[in-house]
């Protein structure tokens, strides 16, 4: 019987250390950045994007590890990939992902063309470059160039922008939850923190 009670202890005692290493108590400064002027979002969705540059080799890095946690997270978590566009370079990709996000390639072609310039060493980083790439993929070519340069986009590259100014972001890769919280890095350790924080804001909803 002492045996058995032993054992039983000692069980106990490996689940809970196996429960604590699950449950990882992030922090504040040190895993993720707390935004000084955070958005309100209303509604019961949390909002979570991540902005990203396609000729970024540490979001290149980042994409296979956000892509696999975005199809186990949770219903109420609406994941928004956001290109940002700090600089002109930055900004022909992101009219060259809004032009094929409007015409319903976005999910065929956001990981494609992380591979064709990080892999195959294209250099796909202006229009011209772009139209014949997306085009490669089934994209009409004629409508994603009316679409790069039109109000649509034009208003989606704004949004970029001013996102990237209110959350502070200097650099990417960045994820943002919920307006609030900020999570750098390209390893499988960002959507855990991202998941942490997640957590954190439904229960700051409560």
């Given at each position: 019987?002492?045996?058995?009670?032993?054992?039983?202890?000692?069980?106990?005692?490996?689940?809970?250390?196996?429960?604590?290493?699950?449950?990882a108590?992030?922090?504040?400064?040190?895993d993720y950045r707390?935004i000084?002027n955070?958005?309100?979002?209303?509604?019961d969705?949390?909002?979570?994007?991540?902005?990203?540059w396609?000729?970024?080799?540490?979001?290149?890095v980042?994409?296979?590890?956000m892509?696999k946690?975005?199809?186990?997270?949770?219903?109420?978590v609406?994941?928004?990939?956001?290109?940002?566009?700090?600089?002109?370079?930055?900004?022909?990709?992101?009219r060259?992902?809004?032009?094929?996000?409007?015409?319903?390639?976005?999910n065929?072609?956001?990981s494609a063309l992380f591979n064709?310039?990080?892999?195959?060493g294209?250099?796909?980083?202006d229009q011209?470059?772009?139209?014949?790439?997306?085009?490669?993929?089934?994209?009409?070519?004629?409508?994603?160039?009316s679409?790069?340069?039109s109000?649509?986009?034009?208003?989606?590259?704004?949004?970029?922008?001013?996102?990237?100014?209110?959350?502070?972001?200097?650099?990417?890769?960045a994820v943002?939850?919920?307006?609030?919280?900020?999570?750098?890095?390209e390893?499988?350790?960002?959507?855990?923190?991202?998941?942490?924080?997640?957590d954190?804001?439904?229960?700051?909803?409560k």
């Amino acid at each position: 019987m002492k045996r058995v009670i032993t054992l039983t202890g000692l069980a106990m005692a490996v689940g809970f250390a196996t429960m604590g290493a699950q449950a990882a108590n992030y922090v504040a400064g040190k895993d993720y950045r707390v935004i000084e002027n955070p958005e309100k979002i209303s509604g019961d969705a949390i909002i979570v994007r991540e902005f990203f540059w396609y000729g970024c080799p540490h979001c290149n890095v980042l994409d296979p590890h956000m892509e696999k946690w975005a199809k186990t997270k949770d219903k109420d978590v609406v994941f928004l990939k956001t290109p940002a566009a700090l600089n002109p370079v930055w900004e022909a990709n992101a009219r060259g992902f809004y032009a094929a996000q409007l015409l319903g390639f976005e999910n065929k072609t956001h990981s494609a063309l992380f591979n064709a310039i990080h892999k195959d060493g294209k250099k796909l980083f202006d229009q011209a470059s772009l139209s014949k790439w997306y085009g490669s993929k089934g994209v009409d070519e004629k409508k994603f160039n009316s679409l790069y340069n039109s109000f649509a986009v034009g208003t989606k590259i704004g949004r970029s922008q001013a996102g990237a100014k209110r959350y502070q972001l200097s650099g990417v890769p960045a994820v943002v939850v919920q307006g609030k919280y900020v999570v750098t890095g390209e390893d499988a350790t960002v959507p855990k923190v991202v998941e942490f924080l997640v957590d954190k804001v439904r229960a700051e909803k409560k």
